[in-house]
């Protein structure tokens, strides 16, 4: 077979035609270059043309999607120290009902439609690029100290998570087209630890993950290249 060219090799497989070999793809935190679009961009393009991967998957800061509702970290500077975690905005109910949409047009979510388009510019229109985002039952985790706190109010005060998923499922299904139309060409969509049955039962997860996670994929099905990350051992593959 010829040898193809990165997106043709990654659209087969896909489909489940014939390929010249499997697409390849690998990534990996830089930590000390995350704190800023130019940084991140930067780490993206020198990784993607070192290795030449057939897919990039954008590797962003692992907060920057807490970041804007109050989480603050401490950052150690180094290529291989993840961030520290410092404070957590919501642990509560009445925590949950503060919550309000977050603009694209400033703070964490802009700078990452900015390397975006950085990271386009650096590696041109030849190989996929996706952001990764978080279902919005893994941001709501990631603003909450503790996975039994969340679980607990899934019970205690199951409107008051439903609100607060709404708010966070409308900011990331703006923040999911906007990355297609900065030069992203689709998601790396993860549902991290809250699609797994250590933390939840199906029935849970068909009330507060399953409806929230389609709402954001749906304002990218038109993009042409969507992954689905699913983590964590006993997930709800």
């Known amino acids: 077979m010829r040898e193809m060219h990165k997106k043709e090799r990654v659209d087969a497989a896909v489909r489940g035609e014939g390929v010249d070999r499997p697409p390849v793809a690998l990534w990996r935190h830089f930590y000390d270059s995350e704190e800023t679009a130019v940084g991140l961009a930067e780490a993206m393009v020198r990784w993607q043309k070192e290795y030449d991967w057939d897919w990039l998957k954008i590797n962003p800061r692992a907060s920057y999607h807490v970041e804007g509702w109050g989480v603050t970290l401490r950052f150690s500077g180094q290529p291989l120290d993840k961030p520290a975690v410092l404070s957590y905005p919501l642990q509560s109910a009445a925590d949950l009902g503060r919550l309000q949409p977050l603009p694209l047009d400033g703070g964490p979510l802009a700078e990452q439609l900015q390397a975006i388009s950085l990271i386009r510019d650096g590696i041109g229109p030849s190989v996929y690029a996706i952001e990764t985002v978080f279902s919005p039952l893994s941001i709501l985790g990631d603003m909450i100290d503790g996975h039994d706190t969340l679980r607990a109010l899934l019970v205690s005060s199951p409107?008051?998570?439903h609100d607060a998923l709404?708010?966070?499922?409308?900011?990331?299904?703006?923040?999911?087209?906007?990355?297609?139309?900065?030069?992203?060409?689709?998601?790396?969509?993860?549902?991290?630890?809250?699609?797994?049955?250590?933390?939840l039962t199906a029935e849970q997860y068909a009330e507060f993950g399953r409806p929230y996670d389609l709402q954001v994929l749906a304002a990218?099905?038109?993009?042409p290249f969507n992954v689905l990350h699913v983590c964590k051992n006993h997930n709800m593959l």
């Open 159 to 161: 409107q008051a998570v």
């Open 166 to 199: 709404a708010v966070i499922t409308e900011t990331f299904r703006g923040f999911s087209r906007a990355c297609v139309a900065a030069g992203a060409d689709g998601l790396f969509f993860a549902t991290t630890h809250w699609a797994s049955f250590d933390l």
């Open 220 to 223: 990218v099905q038109d993009a």
